[in-house]
Nanobody, 124 residues
Framework: VQLQASGGGLVQAGDSLRLSCVASRRTFSRYSIGWFRQAPGKEREFVAVIDWAGAITYYAESVKGRFTISRDNTKNTVYLQMKSLKPEDTAVYSC??????????????????WGQGTLVTVSS
C-alpha cells in the first residue's frame, strides 16, 4: 500500500490550504485514514481521522473548528482542509492508513501504512 500526501506549502497566518492523500490500495474504502503532523523538535501527533465510509471523524482539540477531513472513495483520496492557519500549525503532515478494516482510531501504532509527508509552513 502506498500513500502520497501533497498540497503543503508556505502560507501566512490566517490562510487556508488543502492537503490531499492518495492511496494505491484497492480496498481503500474499507480503511480509516488519519492525518498526523510532526513539528520541528516535537513528536508526531494526531490531527484528524475519518472512518472508511466518511461518516465518523475525530479531530485534535488544537485543530477542531479549523480543519476538516473528508474523503472520496471513488478517487482513493482523503483531504484535509485547513483554515485559519496559525504558525503553530507548521509541521510535516503525513497521512496513514489504519491496519485493521473498519476500525477508526487516533492511536498512531494502529496505523500500518504511512505516506512520505508534506511540509506546511505558516508564517506570522
Amino acid at each position: 500500500v502506498q500513500l502520497q500526501a501533497s498540497g503543503g506549502g508556505l502560507v501566512q497566518a490566517g490562510d487556508s490550504l488543502r492537503l490531499s492523500c492518495v492511496a494505491s490500495r484497492r480496498t481503500f474504502s474499507r480503511y480509516s485514514i488519519g492525518w498526523f503532523r510532526q513539528a520541528p523538535g516535537k513528536e508526531r501527533e494526531f490531527v484528524a481521522v475519518i472512518d472508511w465510509a466518511g461518516a465518523i471523524t475525530y479531530y485534535a482539540e488544537s485543530v477542531k473548528g479549523r480543519f476538516t477531513i473528508s474523503r472520496d472513495n471513488t478517487k482513493n483520496t482523503v483531504y484535509l482542509q485547513m483554515k485559519s492557519l496559525k504558525p503553530e500549525d507548521t509541521a510535516v503532515y503525513s497521512c496513514a492508513s489504519e491496519s485493521v478494516e473498519r476500525r477508526v482510531s487516533i492511536i498512531q501504532s494502529n496505523y500500518a501504512y504511512w505516506g512520505q509527508g508534506t511540509l506546511v509552513t505558516v508564517s506570522s
